[in-house]
């Protein structure tokens, strides 16, 4: 049962060449087991394929487990075996799930019918239904703590929070709806919200432990879009809406470290993210560039900036039916989206940004050249490689361990690159597995892989820890 | 000539006027108009003349003619025609003397307006001519003004359009601003207005908001409920604690600890920073002034040398040197100091990198030096030389082995003793065919050796360092030495071999025991004054010997052999490893080499060891080989 078909696939892994290489991908299935990285051998083997409802499948924190929705069922199963631990029906299909940071209760949201529902993985028998009712429900997510649940209720008139340890309820008035509103630090200690109170925005600063209000500050926004807290939870970053660039940096104390604007007039910010030092914090902006800016303290020196040209390379395509990654020279021409200017949401600008956990590479990707990935070295602060698939990237996702990202593009195919080479991948299996979302195993040993009704899991097997098999990104430039 | 003509002809010409006015006011006489022409066109045709003449004077009118003329001519200033009259009376005679004289006096004034005509002719063409050209000039000068004034008017035509157009852009220029400013003030009022809107907007969502929570919170909603089984303890254990001012503090503290460990944090690095970088400042000046002092010197004797001013500086420096524990201490202080230095060490540096890319460039140039060029050429000599004697060794072995073989030929009939013959011969066949390749190597050896030195020499004579050269010679030396001494020791040992017979072998194992160690001795102190000259290596190598002597009990020539060779080898060894880091290559191979003369020198000496036994009372020929007790 566990793993049944153990497809099992091999690629060569291309060398990456330096700069502007880029690729487009592939696999031929054949039955020989690895793509090998400079020093190592790794076998990708991929489980059965699972049903699946609205892409709900999530690892727990810990690694152990993987929940998984159908229809108004959930599904625990072991990583490992992937035998099916615990099996939950819930009252209504459910269209959200969440594991408690300690990976010891899970919640299923139906905003439908506005409730949510906890189940415990220690004690079958327990269960804790939360219901919301006339007020609505369009959000729902833990507290860092695990024994709270932050619920949004409809028009974002309040944020619930029930406790599971007490009968107590606490609200939060106000609330701001927006891109992200909500943001915890990484320790779990302290939450940050975006509240929109007289006409201006706000963001109040919570104790997570006992909910009291620790700040509470207006910021100097038209429209906040969203908040971020930087990895070390002492920096807070605010940006406006898209109408206004503008990037805001607080200290946990509420004082306004810095302000960020690149340009006025056209759209703005449409993505952030702090790089996992804490250090940089990536800006991508409607006019396709990415600003990547020391957030330092004072206001004057922060500009360490640095604007990413728009393309400079890719790759040509390959046939349909076998699939490659080509390296192409410099200067690639990518397929290009042109924008509906009459439109709301232009599919232009950088819509998704993504940090490697090693602080080496940033993946971003221009909704204006929806095939291709970019892939910075930001040691170097240059364009390492561009990826141009063939078809719209949907998602990509780095590897929690390495530099390693995988990408999805609604096809058949899994797509891997690290800095030693890219390597495309077939999912196996009768009819077609459309890859529309992936998520990671924190141990970047196996990684799911969700289509529109099922999902399978992907097993990485490294003979060696890849750290060393991938070799640093130095090495390859 | 030209200026006197002038000067003169107008004089003439006025005066032939004057004549002429005169003459026809004075007389009226009926050619006087006709001579009147003649003078005035003054184109004396002598035909005209002549006929004139003849018309003039006719039988009747001699008197008349007489008289007229002499009117005329006294009129003109010459002295009368007639002869000075005695009395009023009396009839004047016709003097024939001043007749002639004023003919003449007529013709050469004739002859002499004639020239002058000429001359004014010529002058008249010339300025004819003069005149012409001054007036094409003129003409043409007058064709570029126009030219020029038409350009001219087109020219400031086209500046007129250009300042026109200029005019009519800046006018666009500023309507477009005016546009824009427009523009951006109506977007600036839209958007005011649509904030305002928003607001209001706003305002009467936030009011609705407040409305419908009212009336969910009001409704007493059942449903808004949380069913649990039972409830869960804390993550962390603990019971929630009540709001209160204290945790309120306690919170803030928090807060203030997080954000403090945080700075502390990132002090702590930039400090670690500044160490690492202060240390890598330091260890940059301390180098760099190592390496520029000894270089002091040699600028400073270029007085001119703009480094001149610099090393003073550095001098300091090196006295600041000493001080460096100060600057543990104080970085503020010392961090201006610290800085500047290394500037100026930095600058002091890269003058010199600049001035020793100029002199290899020069020396690029220049090419090889004749030194450099004798150099090789010693060495090519040496190893010449070296190849020969090598050459010599092999004769000889060949020798040796000649006369081994007729000494075998001359069989025996006994049998123990062809017994004992086949025994010595396969020893000394074996031993032969070791020293064959003991040679072998050997050469091979030398051959190695002689490239990587010609190689060596090259690069040597390229960086000029021919002092360096000298141990090498040393070492070449040495081995020729020993090479010689080698040889004559073979002579020696094929000499006992012939001579010496088996009774005698007994005493002369011990003999040649002792005289090998002795012979070892000597050597040793042979070798000793002589590798002098290499420093460091001298003191080490007679602990080699004596080393060698007690673990390698093998015959002296190939523990001796292998002494000299490593001290040759080593002698190189240090010279390259002296010379450049890459000349490290060639070492290694070279002791590489000895490695294995050692393995094989030693080899033999176990083996022959072992059959010592037998072989000690076969011959004398291998007496040196039995050593072993």
Redesign the interface.
């Known amino acids: 049962m566990p793993r049944g078909t153990r497809a099992l696939i091999g690629c060569a892994m291309l060398p990456s060449s330096s700069l502007p290489a880029a690729e487009v991908a592939v696999a031929p299935v054949v039955p020989a087991l690895t793509f090998a990285g400079p020093g190592s051998a790794a076998a990708m083997n991929f489980s059965e394929v699972f049903k699946l409802s609205s892409l709900l499948c999530k690892f727990s924190p810990d690694g152990k487990y993987l929940a998984s929705c159908v229809q108004y069922r959930l599904v625990i199963r072991d990583v490992n075996t992937l035998q099916i631990l615990q099996l939950y029906t819930c009252l209504d299909q459910i269209q959200h799930i969440e594991w408690s940071?300690?990976s010891l209760f899970i919640l299923c949201a139906m905003y439908k019918r506005?409730l949510v529902q906890v189940w415990?993985l220690e004690q079958p028998?327990?269960?804790?239904?939360?219901?919301?009712?006339?007020?609505g429900l369009v959000a729902s997510c833990w507290s860092p703590?695990?024994?709270h649940i932050l619920n949004t209720?409809e028009?974002?008139?309040?944020i619930t929070v029930?406790?599971?340890?007490?009968?107590?309820?606490s609200y939060i008035?106000y609330p701001k709806a927006c891109q992200q509103g909500i943001t915890f630090t990484r320790d779990g200690?302290?939450m940050a919200l975006a509240e929109?109170r007289d006409?201006k925005d706000h963001v109040s600063v919570f104790?997570c432990s006992?909910w009291?209000l620790?700040?509470h500050f207006d910021t100097e926004t038209q429209d906040l879009a969203g908040i971020e807290w930087a990895p070390?939870?002492?920096v807070l970053a605010v940006w406006d809406t898209c109408l206004e660039y503008k990037v805001l940096l607080y200290?946990?104390?509420g004082r306004l470290l810095s302000a960020y604007c690149a340009y006025e007039w056209s759209l703005g910010v449409k993505s952030v993210a702090w790089s996992p030092s804490s250090q940089f914090l990536a800006v991508g902006s409607y006019d396709g560039k990415v600003v990547y800016k020391e957030a330092e303290k004072n206001p004057r020196l922060a500009l360490g900036r640095l604007a990413f040209p728009p393309p400079r390379a890719a790759a040509g395509p390959a046939s349909t039916t076998e699939s490659k990654y080509e390296i192409a020279s410099a200067p690639v021409s990518l397929q290009t989206l042109k924008p509906i200017a009459d439109r709301a949401n232009p599919k232009i600008g950088i819509g998704a940004l993504a940090f490697s956990p090693d602080n080496y590479f940033l993946a971003t990707r221009n909704d204006s050249v929806p095939n291709a990935v970019w892939i910075w070295d930001v040691q170097k602060l240059r364009l390492f490689v561009v990826l141009e698939q063939l078809s719209p990237v949907r998602s990509f996702q780095w590897d929690p361990q390495q530099p390693r990202l995988a990408i999805c593009t609604g096809g058949g195919k899994v797509y891997l690159w690290s800095p030693a080479g890219c390597v495309s991948v077939q999912v196996p299996g009768e009819g077609d597995f459309q890859v529309l979302s992936l998520c990671w195993h924190f141990s970047g040993d196996s990684l799911a892989l969700l289509s529109k009704d099922h999902f399978c899991l992907c097993f990485l097997e490294t003979e060696e820890r890849v750290g060393t098999a991938f070799g640093r990104p130095g090495d390859h430039t | 000539m030209g200026e006197w003509m002038t000067v003169t002809d107008p004089d003439l010409s006025s005066e032939n006027k004057n004549i002429c006015q005169y003459t026809s006011e004075t007389k009226m006489s009926p050619s006087s108009l006709y001579s009147q022409q003649v003078l005035c066109s003054s184109i004396p045709l002598s035909k005209n003349v002549h006929s004139f003449f003849s018309a003039f004077c006719t039988e009747e009118n001699i008197e008349q003619s007489i008289s007229y003329l002499d009117q005329e001519l006294t009129t003109f200033g010459f002295p009368s025609l007639y002869e000075e009259s005695k009395g009023k009376d009396t009839k004047r005679e016709l003097n024939i003397v001043a007749v002639l004289n004023c003919m003449n006096e007529l013709l050469v004034l004739q002859r002499k307006n004639l020239l002058a005509q000429e001359n004014v002719e010529t002058q008249n063409l010339k300025l004819g001519s003069d005149m012409d050209h001054l007036q094409n000039c003129y003409a043409k000068l007058k064709e570029q003004l126009e030219t020029s004034r038409r350009e001219m008017i087109g020219l400031q035509e086209r500046d007129r359009q250009l300042q026109c157009k200029n005019r009519n852009l800046h006018q666009l220029l500023k309507n477009e601003k005016d546009e824009v400013q427009k523009l951006q003030n109506i977007i600036a009022s839209r958007a005011t207005q649509y904030n305002h809107d928003?607001?209001r907007k706003?305002?009467e969502y936030n009011k609705l908001?407040e409305r419908?929570?009212q009336l969910?919170m009001n409704?007493k909603?059942?449903?808004?409920?949380?069913?649990?089984?039972?409830?869960?303890?804390?993550?962390?254990g603990k019971r929630?604690?009540w709001?209160t001012g204290k945790?309120?503090a306690r919170?803030?503290d928090?807060?203030?600890k997080?954000?403090l460990n945080?700075y502390e944090y990132r002090q702590k690095q930039i400090l670690m920073e500044n160490a690492e970088l202060k240390k890598v400042l330091q260890q940059m000046k301390k180098e760099m002034i190592s390496l520029l002092s000894p270089q002091k010197q040699k600028p400073r004797e270029r007085a001119d040398d703009s480094t001149g001013t610099v090393i003073s500086d550095a001098e300091e420096d090196a006295g600041e040197l000493s001080r460096e524990s100060m600057w543990d201490l104080s970085c503020e202080t010392v961090r201006e100091q610290l800085t500047n230095s290394i500037r100026k060490q930095w600058r002091i540096l890269k003058s010199h990198v600049e001035k020793l890319d100029n002199q290899v460039s020069k020396v690029h140039l220049e090419g090889f030096n004749d030194e450099d060029v004798i150099s090789r050429q010693d060495h090519e000599q040496e190893t010449e030389k070296l190849e020969l004697e090598i050459q010599q060794c092999k004769e000889m072995i060949k020798t040796q082995q000649q006369l081994l073989q007729q000494q075998l030929a001359t069989a025996c009939d006994d049998d123990t003793t062809s017994l004992l013959r086949d025994c010595y011969l396969l020893e000394e066949k074996e031993r032969l065919k070791e020293e064959w390749s003991l040679f072998k190597e050997q050469k091979k050896n030398f051959e190695k050796e002689r490239r990587s030195f010609t190689e060596a020499a090259i690069r040597l004579g390229l960086e000029k360092t021919i002092s360096i050269h000298y141990p090498l010679w040393v070492g070449f030396l040495l081995r020729k030495a020993f090479e010689e001494e080698r040889a004559s020791w073979l002579k020696q040992q094929f000499l006992n071999m012939t001579t010496f017979d088996h009774q005698n072998s007994e005493n002369m194992k011990l003999f040649s025991a002792f005289s090998g160690s002795s012979d070892r001795d000597s050597l040793t102190v042979h070798s000793r004054p002589r590798q002098k000259k290499p420093h460091g290596v001298s003191n080490g190598s007679p602990v080699r010997t004596s080393k060698l002597t007690k673990s390698l009990p093998a015959s002296p020539s190939t523990s001796d052999f292998c002494q000299t060779r490593s001290c040759a080898s080593e002698h190189s060894s240090i010279n390259v490893l002296n010379i450049t880091p890459e000349e490290t290559k060639p070492n290694p191979v070279g002791r590489e080499g000895t490695n294995q003369k050692w393995s094989r020198a030693s080899r033999p000496a176990s083996q022959e060891g072992c059959y010592s036994g037998r072989s000690s009372t076969c011959t004398n020929s291998h007496v040196e080989k039995d050593d072993l007790p």
């Open positions: 940071a300690d506005g415990s028998e327990w269960h804790c239904r939360i219901d919301e009712g006339s007020a703590d695990g024994r209720t028009f974002h008139l309040r029930w406790s599971l340890c007490t009968k107590s309820v008035k200690r302290y929109r006409c104790v006992d009291q620790l700040r070390n939870g002492c200290s946990l104390d | 928003m607001k706003e305002r908001k419908l929570h969910v409704k909603d059942k449903k808004i409920a949380m069913e649990v089984l039972n409830y869960v303890g804390r993550a962390d929630g604690s709001r945790t309120e919170n803030e928090e807060m203030y997080i954000l945080d």
